[in-house]
T-cell receptor
């Protein structure tokens, strides 16, 4: 069975510091995609970053980067220079195969609190 | 509209009543997903559609839950004989065929008294 594991239910980080949110995944499918979503207290789900299993380089989007370690099956999200607005729930997700006909598996989430 | 639209945004109902939740995906997105999120919890997969068919209904919690999609567009999630444990936010998402990204609606918050 495929699954996503986020082992940190909650984390604190000081404003302007970097933080790493952990995500490990389990699949035997060689083709998969990994996503991170942010959910602020308002409830909306905001796409942050995507990494494909065949991508050679780690994905980056502004202050977000994905530390993709394929052999370890980990896809940690790194947020640099944390801001107060980064306080939210963060979900790691995985999809298998091609872009169609696939289910998204979500982790249980990590609640990040950025302290001033 | 430009995004995924869900209605109602809030629904309060009495135990035992039926409810219908509606999702209008982004135009052109053929894949549509329903998730349930209880307070402070993660996303629980319910069902997904590819066009009008549902290849995976494995997440529906019981036979009180059903969903349909017509015309490859709007989807309706129906919960019959609601129970208090059905109280949650029901999130709908549609998927961009090119990027694979899921776009979420703002959710329908269901409260069963």
């Amino acid at each position: 069975a495929q699954k996503i594991t986020q082992t940190q239910p909650g984390m604190f980080v000081q404003e302007k510091e970097a933080v790493t949110l952990d995500c490990t995944y389990d699949t035997s499918d060689p083709s998969y995609g990994l996503f991170w979503y942010k959910q602020p207290s308002s409830g909306e789900m905001i796409f942050l970053i995507y990494q494909g299993s065949y991508d050679q380089q780690n994905a980056t989007e502004g202050r977000y980067s994905l530390n993709f370690q394929k052999a370890r099956k980990s896809a940690n999200l790194v947020i640099s220079a944390s801001q107060l607005g980064d306080s939210a729930m963060y979900f790691c997700a995985m999809t298998l195969g091609g872009y169609n006909f696939n289910k998204f598996y979500f982790g249980s989430g990590t609640k990040l609190n950025v302290k001033p | 509209g430009a995004g995924v639209s869900q209605s109602p945004s809030n629904k309060v109902t009495e135990k035992g009543k039926d409810v219908e939740l509606r999702c209008d995906p982004i135009s052109g997105h053929t894949a549509l997903y329903w998730y349930r999120q209880s307070l402070g919890q993660g996303l629980e997969f319910l069902i997904y559609f590819q066009g009008n068919s549902a290849p995976d209904k494995s997440g529906l919690p019981s036979d009180r839950f059903s969903a349909e999609r017509t015309g490859g567009s709007v989807s309706t999630l129906t919960i019959q004989r609601t129970q208090q444990e059905d109280s949650a936010v029901y999130l709908c998402a549609s998927r961009d065929r090119d990027t694979g990204e899921l776009f979420f609606g703002e959710g329908s918050r269901l409260t069963v008294l």
